[in-house]
Structure formats: C-alpha cells, structure tokens
C-alpha cells in the first residue's frame, strides 16, 4: 500500500469543521506538529485553552477522519494550546495555566481490555539500566509461563524493540488494530514506531500520553497476565499524566547506587505517591562490577546505598543487578541474557526480582 502523504491527511481534515467558528481546521491553521511515520499519524489541534472542554467530538472527528484513511494504521490526535514550534523541553513540574485536554479525561482511568496488570519500570534518570531491567523483568515472568506485553513509552530513547532483536515493523490486523510484535515469547510494541525521537522532544504532554494511550488501546494485545510499561526517564508532566491515565498495578523504580541517581529515584517515588500508583520497590542496577575475566565482585559505587535508601524511604528492595559486560552485550544485541542464558546467575537474579514483583500484584 502507498504511504499516506501530508497533503492526503490535510485534505481529509478540511472535511472537519470547527463548530465554533464553521470554517475546516486545517484553514483554520489549527494543526500543528503533523507527523508521518510508516503509516502512523500524529497531530495536534491547537485551541483556546477554554474551548479544550467541550472540543473532544472535534477531535475524534479529526482522528476518524484520518483513521479511515487508506494506509493509514493509526491515527494519534490531541488538543494542545500551544504551538510546538514554541515549546522547550519538558519542564520538571506540570505547567502552570488550564490544561489542553479536559480535566475529566485526563484524570479518567482508560479501560484495558484483556490486559490483567500494567506495571510501570521507571527511573529519575536516564542511562540506569531502566529499559535493560524492563526487557529481562519481561521475560523472566513470560519464562514463569505468564503471559507478558512489553510497551517502549521511552519517548526520549525508544530501545526496546532492539534489545529484543526485533527488526520488522508492525502491520495492521483485519479488524484494522496494530499486531504487537513478538520475540522471545512476548509481546511488544515501541512508541518508536509511531514518532520521531525529535518531535517527542518537543511535543508537550498530551501528545505524548495520546501516542502511549494508542499504543494500550489500540494495539491487539490479546489476553495478558502481564503489560510492562517502560516509561520515560524522569518524573514531568509527561510521566504524571502517564500514571494518571493508565491504571497502573505498581510501579519498579531502577536506580543506579550513586547519590545523585538515588535522589532521583526519591523523586519518582515521590511522583507515584502523588497519583496513588503503589511503588512494588527498588531495583539496584550497576550495583557491583563484575570482572568478565576472573569473575571478581568490585564495589565501585558506594554498594548497598539503595537498599538502605529504599528502607529509609519504606519501599522494597527487589534486588541488585551487577554492571557486568555481558548484560550490556546481551541486551544491545537483542538477546537479553534471561531470553540466551537462562541458567546465569544473572537470570536468577532477575527471576528473583520478577517473583517479588508478581508476588506484590498478585498475593494469591
Ligand atoms: P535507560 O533505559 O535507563 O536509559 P538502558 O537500559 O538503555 O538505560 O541502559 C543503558 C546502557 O547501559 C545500555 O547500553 C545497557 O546495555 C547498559 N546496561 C544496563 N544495565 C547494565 C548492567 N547491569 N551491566 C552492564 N551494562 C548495563
């Protein structure tokens, strides 16, 4: 099928009016930051902030529009009351003013069907291992026979699909829903695969949280025991909304030992506290070196630092991961280490953590 062009979506959108002013919102100059990605479609509808209540119907027009578009697999539409091209990047507090989407939906929980659990890998920073932690929690609870889902919602540095060694893009199903891709016995999909790293970048929350609720709602998961959400690094607005919208088991929160990383991960502790989502405890990456040679355990970061933190703070601690080059190798070349060496001492720790972990969602 031919790529769906620019000019194709704005002509479906001029066949959309703005029941306000009853001109189309493409004359109108109401869209902003329209992306094109492998038949994905992303846009905002830029309004008055006061209208963003009442203008839903619009915006599922406009979405329906382009949706029924030949080759088209999905169509991600927001309002936004600001036009991109005069955003910085995400502040670390939610912006001051009324919010573009009305408040009832943002605080409403969606409804997830066939998905049992969604649990959140978070990190107040990025480069901790969030992501790596996330691929191997994923297969170490698919290896206990769950039925898992992995979501890459990093919009920042969408990865997972390459530490799964998944190459293919996802197509679309005959009942027009996006088939996950699958390794390994799980089930995944990228927010990588709908957007450019550099529009997230400038993208403000809504349009974020549109694409992540695309990939949850619209994608044909089928039954799950299991939906692993790898966020983005960080605890902004973006992340909140995030915690908002989806209903969230629990959350894991991966640090690494430094000070400054576990300040962080205080931080995202903090964030979930604030919209009620259960922090299931901390998980300390990097947190000994592990000679490859002679298989000696160097403690180069003060050792043991989260685990006290996480006592101080009241939170679990589900365990450590060593920095150790094979779980770098594994995972940067699509075969994380639960998936290709399943007797490692490395696999059993992170069986370990995905028992505790399940252990807390599902006490029975
Ligand atoms: P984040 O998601 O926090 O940004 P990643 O999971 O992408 O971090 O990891 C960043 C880099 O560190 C990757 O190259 C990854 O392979 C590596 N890495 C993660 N955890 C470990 C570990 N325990 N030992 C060695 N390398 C690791």
Redo the contacts with the bound molecule.
């Keep these: 099928m031919a790529e769906i062009t620019a000019e194709q979506v704005l002509a479906a959108l001029k066949n959309v009016n703005d029941p306000d002013k009853g001109e189309n919102i493409v004359d109108l100059d109401m869209i902003v930051g329209l992306q094109l990605k492998d038949g994905h479609v992303a846009f905002g509808i830029e309004v008055e902030p006061e209208r963003g209540a009442k203008l839903e119907p619009l915006r599922k027009a406009a979405e329906m529009a382009v949706h029924d578009l030949p080759g088209v697999l999905t169509a991600t539409v927001v309002l936004t009351a600001e036009r991109p091209a005069d955003a910085e990047p995400e502040p670390e507090q939610p912006r001051g003013g009324p919010p573009p989407v009305p408040e009832q939906a943002a605080f409403q929980k969606m409804d997830l069907l066939g998905i049992d659990n969604v649990i959140a890998v978070a990190?107040g920073?990025?480069?901790?291992?969030?992501?790596?932690?996330?691929?191997n929690l994923a297969l170490a609870m698919a290896t206990e026979g769950k039925r898992v889902g992995l979501l890459d919602a990093?919009i920042y540095?969408p990865?997972i699909p390459r530490?799964l060694g998944i190459t293919e893009k996802p197509t679309q199903t005959a009942a027009g829903l996006i088939a996950p891709l699958e390794n390994y016995g799980i089930k995944c999909m990228s927010i990588g695969f709908l957007i450019e790293e550099e529009t997230a970048m400038i993208w403000r929350g809504p349009m974020a949280t549109g694409a992540l609720e695309q990939l949850i709602t619209d994608v044909a998961w089928g039954e799950l025991d299991c939906l692993v959400l790898?966020l983005p690094?960080g605890t902004g607005d973006i992340h909140l909304t995030m915690a908002q919208r989806v209903p969230l088991a629990g959350a894991v929160i991966?640090s690494t030992p430094q000070d400054i990383a576990l300040a962080d991960a205080r931080k995202g502790l903090n964030m979930f506290e604030k919209v009620d989502v259960p922090v299931l405890g901390l998980v300390e990456?990097?947190?000994y070196f592990s000679c490859p040679h002679c298989g000696e355990r160097t403690e180069i970061f003060s050792h043991g630092g989260a685990r006290k933190e996480a006592e101080k703070l009241g939170m679990d601690f589900l365990g450590e991961?060593?920095?150790?080059?094979?779980?770098?190798?594994?995972?940067?070349d699509g075969q994380p280490i639960v998936a290709s060496d399943p007797s490692s001492e490395?696999t059993a720790a992170y069986l370990n953590i995905a028992a505790k972990v399940w252990s807390k969602i599902d006490p029975n």
């Design positions: 990190s920073k990025g480069g901790v291992g969030k992501s790596t932690t996330a691929v990093d540095g990865s530490m790898d690094p991966v990456n990097m947190s991961i060593p920095l150790d080059i094979v779980i770098r190798e594994t995972s940067d490395h």
